[in-house]
């Protein structure tokens, strides 16, 4: 029997192990922290995670989707703060079912490593680090952390699952099997935790919804736990005006928050604490040049194609990329190595315009969430196209409702409707006729956009 070997036991790692496990393989699943169910969380770093349809079919897909939902926090709409009167709710999809959820990292990591350990195919092994893979001689070379021992170990088959920084991927880079180029944001984020209200757990904001305070050029937002807290992220500057730079005493922090998100500050009683304790973490795109090697070794996640947070995909991404290489890697004679070969050079040559497509959504709502959401011809845009799906539900389904609500649709097609899309509602907006009527008509439109 070939036997797997994974480098990252983080969710995407440890779904993709699962599903393999699932299959009859032999995996070893490596992790270079600490084993999740015995060693103290990490703070700060977390940037809650959001769960939509894409994640969930992949956990389904797993027969794990049971053991996640008690942890998941049911968000229908975002609730604008938009500074100048009372917080507006705006729904996400068109029914209760479209719905994403708010998840912790930590929780949903815990939930899938507690599943590995209960698979008899599986072999966890924690704090041992990626030093170097060998790919043609089938090599991957490890450090025991707890005791500073250095050793290789053979594979078959490699998937580097180890996240944006992935050592995999930085061995590949300097063997020159791959490139890599990452395009930093110029903007950084900073966790904070919000409070229940009082000590009987009440909520400090509405549960039921993803809080955004939009200011321009950043913003604060806020996900909820299940244990009454939020987890909210500041996006921010790393220089100028406002600025993280700007940000170095207890005071300016302060003075900040009261000023810009005066009930959020009311709500995190030792604001300029928190602030001062957590890191301030960086963010970027990785677009990465190959992904596969000789049928051998594969990068998936945030190794291969780490994302901004924007628009809520990078966990689902990550999981849809499990689910597709499951369903390639059940093909027959998948375990002979030109045939796998063959498979992982048609996952990423059908995989590349998926995430380059999410890439470059998740960059835009970065936009739309800090700025755009809270203008009038936004929310008239929304209505209209809430209108066009009712009226053509076959032909138009908005371009987040596609990325969020509909697996079956790839993020690539999403992209190209949602481009089709816009003239048509610039179009409609452009006329002069009542909001009400503007549906009607729309279908000649439609045609003429190819939707």
């Known amino acids: 029997m070939q036997r797997y070997t994974v480098i990252g036991a983080g969710p995407v790692g440890t779904l993709m192990a699962l599903m393999l496990a699932n299959r009859g393989r032999s995996v070893r699943l490596i992790e270079r922290r600490a084993d999740p169910r015995t060693a103290p969380p990490e703070r700060g770093r977390s940037i809650n995670l959001a769960m939509a349809a894409r994640g969930m079919l992949a956990l389904e897909h797993a027969g794990l989707a049971g053991r996640v939902t008690p942890a998941l926090m049911p968000m229908p709409g975002r609730m604008v703060h938009d500074g100048t009167g009372t917080p507006a709710f705006l729904r996400y999809g068109q029914n209760d079912h479209e719905i994403i959820y708010a998840l912790s990292r930590e929780r949903l990591n815990r939930i899938l490593i507690d599943a590995a350990a209960e698979c008899p195919g599986i072999e966890l092994r924690f704090a041992t680090r990626c030093l170097d893979v060998d790919v043609a001689a089938g090599t991957v070379a490890l450090r025991d ?46 966790e904070l935790i919000i409070p229940p209200a ?22 604060l937002i806020a996900l909820p736990n299940t244990d009454g807290t939020f987890t909210a992220t500041l996006f921010l500057s790393r220089d100028g005006d406002p600025g993280f730079g700007r940000l170095r005493s207890d005071a300016a922090v302060t003075r900040f928050f009261d000023a810009q998100f005066p009930d959020a500050a009311r709500a995190i009683p030792d604001l300029a604490g928190q602030f001062a304790a957590h ?67 048609q996952f990423e040559r059908e995989r590349r315009a998926d995430t380059d497509a999410i890439a470059a959504m998740a960059l835009e709502n970065y936009q739309e969430m800090r700025d755009t959401v809270r203008s009038p011809q936004f929310l008239r845009r929304q209505t209209l196209a809430a209108q066009l799906e009712r009226a053509f539900p076959d032909r138009f389904i908005p371009r987040y409702s596609m990325v969020m609500f509909h697996p079956e649709i790839a993020y690539s097609e999403a992209q190209r409707r949602g481009l089709a899309q816009q003239r048509v509602l610039d179009a409609l907006l452009s006329r002069a006729e009542p909001q009400g009527s503007e549906a009607d008509g729309a279908e000649a439109l439609l045609e003429r956009a190819g939707l």
């Open 279 to 345: 890191p301030q973490g960086r963010l970027g795109t990785l677009y990465c040049h190959r992904w596969q090697v000789d049928g051998r070794l594969l990068l998936i996640g945030d190794a291969a194609h780490a994302i901004v947070p924007f628009h809520g995909q990078g966990l689902n991404c990550g999981f849809e990329d499990c689910r597709l290489l499951d369903r390639l890697l059940c093909e027959p004679g998948a375990d002979d190595l030109r045939v796998r070969d063959a498979l992982l050079q």
């Open 145 to 190: 952390e707890r005791d500073g021992r250095n050793y290789h170990e053979s594979f078959d088959m490699l998937l580097g699952a180890d996240g944006a920084g992935s050592a995999v991927r930085n061995a590949l880079v300097a063997r020159e099997l791959v490139r890599a180029q990452e395009q930093p944001l110029d903007h950084d984020y900073k």
């Open 198 to 219: 009082d000590a009987s757990g009440r909520y400090a904001f509405e549960p039921r919804a993803l809080h955004i305070w939009p200011r321009g050029g950043y913003m």
